[in-house]
């Protein structure tokens, strides 16, 4: 199983304690796995189902198999405490992702960006963000906590773009302090 991302472990510690995650695209669950074992309880989706039939029986995580670019958005009126999304981009859902945070909810999100088309996959720009676009899609909605667009080397070359937004006030001193000094 794949180790959860640096940047969805350096967030999670913000989410409400106990709060509702939604993992979208989970593919193989290793961030509804991370979560869960955090004792948050997970919905996570994806189209795959053998991906979703792997997580049968992980404790704490409700596991949906759904196609969200064509089929309608499984998660209607509920709201998260975390909504967590990497390697996947569907730009249309950028909607309902920020619908489905609740109020303090956090949106951690990692995709590739434009430029990683010389590292390799994915090249098709439809599926690399422009620079800011994460920050454009949150919109007035959210307060965004931290952004990253550029490359980086490890784990593999890539051109990557990150945000970290909530929706509400800013955390408290108690939770901010270990994030922006320790990272």
């Known amino acids: 199983m794949a180790t959860p991302s ?11 304690k106990g709060g509702r995650v939604l993992d979208v695209a989970c ?15 997970v919905d996570a989706v994806d189209r795959d189902p053998e991906a979703i039939a792997a997580m049968a029986g992980v404790e704490g995580v409700t596991a949906l198999c759904a196609d969200i670019e064509d089929g309608p958005w499984p ?3 509920r709201q998260y405490a975390g909504v967590v999304v990497t390697n ?15 109020p303090g909810g956090v949106l951690i999100y990692e995709i590739f960006g434009l ?6 996959r994915p090249a098709n720009p439809a599926f690399l963000l422009r620079p800011c676009e994460l920050i454009e899609a ?4 959210l307060h965004v906590l931290a952004y990253e667009n550029g490359f980086e080397v490890s784990p593999k070359p ?3 773009q990150r945000i970290c937004a909530m929706r509400g006030s800013l955390p408290d001193a108690g939770q901010k302090q270990n994030f922006f000094l320790n990272s």
Do not use: I, K, M, T
């Open 6 to 16: 640096a940047w969805v472990r350096r967030w999670a510690p913000l989410l409400s």
């Open 138 to 141: 949150v919109g007035p909605d």
């Open 75 to 77: 998660y209607a009126g």
């Open 158 to 160: 890539a051109v990557v």
């Open 115 to 120: 430029g990683n088309e010389a590292y390799g």
């Open 27 to 41: 593919g193989g669950g290793r961030h509804a796995r991370f979560f869960a074992g955090l004792g948050h309880p």
């Open 88 to 102: 996947y981009l569907h730009r249309p859902l950028f909607p309902q992702l920020l619908a489905a945070l609740a």
